[in-house]
């Protein structure tokens, strides 16, 4: 799966600290963003999930897994 995300896309994702937001967190899984936050709000994400406020951060470490990429050392 991971080969078909876009370069800077996983570059993102390996350079970012524990969270990402969900809108990147979408693009990365192919998704839209209507589909994203109906998943977030019914508890369905692939992913953990932190709510902040009335935002969501996806816990990086969990995303990168499932797509299987490995963050470097």
């Known amino acids: 799966m991971s ?9 993102d994702l390996i350079d970012a ?3 990402v937001e969900l809108p990147l967190a979408n693009k990365a899984l192919g998704i839209s963003r209507a ?3 109906s998943l977030a709000k019914r508890g369905g994400y692939p ?9 969501y951060r996806v816990v990086t470490s969990e ?3 499932l797509l299987g990429i ?4």
């Open 17 to 19: 600290g524990p969270t």
């Open 3 to 11: 080969a078909t995300i876009a370069r800077s896309i996983r570059q």
């Open 35 to 37: 589909h994203g936050y």
């Open 70 to 73: 490995e963050a470097a050392a």
């Open 63 to 65: 995303l990168l897994a």
């Open 47 to 55: 992913v953990r999930l932190l709510k902040l406020g009335s935002s």
